[in-house]
């Protein structure tokens, strides 16, 4: 059985930063890219950042310059180091991982972690 944690979350005022971590563990073969992703209130859940196996980045146009994805291929990890938060980056945040299990190639995702950012 394959499980994704999250943590990190928090309260924390405009112009500060956040640490996300997930951990994925269980009978893990394979993991090709993980990611975080977020729903706010009322909105529809969006892609912030992803990694590839390899290390190639990819983001959320709003978050450039401000977050980092990186993984610890070593611990199955995945981090997102989140600088200068704004309000707008309220969310419940998930992490996600493409891997391969018991020969099984699928989507997991973690139990989401909230993200407040007060003005």
């Known amino acids: 059985q394959v499980q994704l944690v999250e943590s990190g979350g928090g309260l924390v005022q405009a112009g500060g930063s956040l640490r996300l971590s997930c951990a994925a563990s269980g009978r893990i073969s394979v993991i090709n890219t993980m990611g975080w992703y977020r729903q706010a209130p009322g909105k529809q859940r969006e892609l912030v950042a992803v990694?590839?196996?390899?290390?190639?980045?990819n983001y959320l146009d709003s978050v450039k310059g401000r977050f980092t994805i990186s993984r610890d291929n070593a611990k199955n990890t995945v981090y997102l180091q989140m600088n200068s938060l704004k309000p707008e980056d309220t969310a419940v945040y998930c992490c996600n991982a493409d891997l391969i299990s018991a020969w099984i190639r699928r989507e997991y995702w973690g139990q989401g972690t909230q993200v407040t950012v007060s003005s």
């Open positions: 990694v590839s196996s390899g290390g190639s980045t």
